[in-house]
């Protein structure tokens, strides 16, 4: 057992007992999917658990980036991080947006407000900021430049699952917000994600959008897209939304235990906690500064492997480095400095509920040498 294979995550999944008898249900009834009990009694449960007035589930994360841009009618050009997973920035493409990369803070790797003004061209309409980590974002002073110009914000909230600021949900923050409840997140539901919105007309709009634009039987109000949860999975998100604040407890620990461990290992930045901020732990990003730690990234990251340990470079390459996006002229790296300095340097440690404080010295020997 010494050397099994410990992953950067591992999915929270429900008991298989519980889950059964929900299967044998949507047997019974052999309703599978378009707004069915399950999902009704999901959506009804994720409001109250989050704390957001509307919000409309969906069948990955990347679904309600691309709607809520469409439901806003966003075009010309969006100010985004490329600090990020590349759904991100895909959901513009597929609007036919064109992207306009900010750089990020070093401290959070979130968008740096103080960059965003500049940016700002007479085609931009909506500023689209990513809560990495689960930290949340400047919102206040987003909100301050968004109000100044008349811009909408929708923010990429995939890793902020139950992240609050002094009680209140991040999710309420911006014109809209969107989940990821992929298997990788703190909360999952297999594949599945959600659009928070702030009025039940937009929230009616959104669910025409996602089920073909159908606004009844006979009438098509827009070029929608298929993004229904079905009820399978709407149950088994109900099944983990009951032990997902256990999860998030244990995590915690892990990241305590990482906290505590590596306070004295020279060379290696992690994030703290922030005061009034309710986290989720979603990730356990270490910034690895070369010169002093002794070792680079990416040879720490082979050394894990050798000892079947798998980290992730979350998040390298940059998105303005993929092919799709670096001729444009806001992915020069000189203009994004400080997302290179991070996406460098940046190895995202194993981090999941299950795992044992056995296992977080196994890999704690190996990155403290
Ligand atoms: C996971 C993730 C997404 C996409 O979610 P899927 O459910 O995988 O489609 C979008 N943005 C960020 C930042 C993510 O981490």
Not at 19 to 35: C, G, V
Request: hydrophobic letters at 40%; proline letters at 4%; charged letters at 25%.
């Amino acid at each position: 057992m010494e050397n099994k294979a410990i992953t950067v995550t591992s999915p929270l999944l429900p008991t298989l007992d519980d889950f059964i008898p929900m299967l044998k249900d949507i047997w019974n009834r052999k309703w599978l999917t378009n707004n069915g009990c399950y999902h009704k009694e999901l959506e009804k449960a994720l409001a109250e658990y989050l704390g957001v007035k509307y919000i409309s589930l969906f069948t990955n994360g990347t679904l309600p980036l691309i709607t809520a841009l469409q439901a806003m009618r966003i075009t010309g050009e969006v100010i985004t991080t490329p600090y990020s997973f590349v759904a991100t920035t895909h959901s513009l493409w597929w609007n036919g947006i064109k992207p306009v990369f900010v750089d990020i803070e070093e401290e959070s790797g979130n968008i740096d407000p103080q960059k965003i003004e500049s940016a700002i061209t007479p085609h931009t309409t909506a500023i689209m900021p990513v809560h990495v980590y689960g930290t949340p974002c400047h919102t206040k002073e987003i909100q301050e430049i968004a109000d100044k110009y008349g811009l909408k914000v929708i923010y990429d909230a995939a890793h902020a699952f139950g992240v609050k600021v002094n009680g209140e949900s991040i999710l309420n923050q911006g014109d809209m917000a969107t989940l990821s409840f992929h298997a990788t997140k703190v909360y999952n539901t297999v594949e599945g994600g959600a659009l928070i919105c702030r009025d039940e007309a937009t929230k009616k709009r959104i669910d025409y959008l996602k089920n073909f634009g159908f606004a009844g039987e006979t009438e098509v109000i827009a070029p929608g897209i298929n993004s229904k949860m079905d009820e399978l999975r709407a149950a088994y998100g109900l099944l983990n939304l009951r032990q997902v604040d256990d999860a998030i407890a244990k995590r915690k620990h892990v990241a305590d235990l990482y906290r505590k461990e590596l306070k004295n290992t020279a060379g290696i930045r992690f994030l703290k906690d922030l005061e009034g901020v309710r986290h989720n732990y979603s990730y356990f990003p270490i910034f690895i500064d070369e010169q002093i730690y002794g070792t680079s990234r990416d040879a720490l990251y082979e050394k894990l492997k050798e000892h079947n340990i798998f980290g992730r470079r979350y998040f390298y390459p940059l998105i303005s480095e993929f092919s799709t996006y670096r001729g444009l002229e806001s992915a020069r790296p000189e203009n994004l400095p400080v997302a290179h300095k991070l996406a460098a340097s940046v190895l995202c440690l194993p981090m999941f509920a299950d795992l044992t404080d056995a296992d977080v010295e196994r890999i704690l020997s190996v990155v403290k040498k």
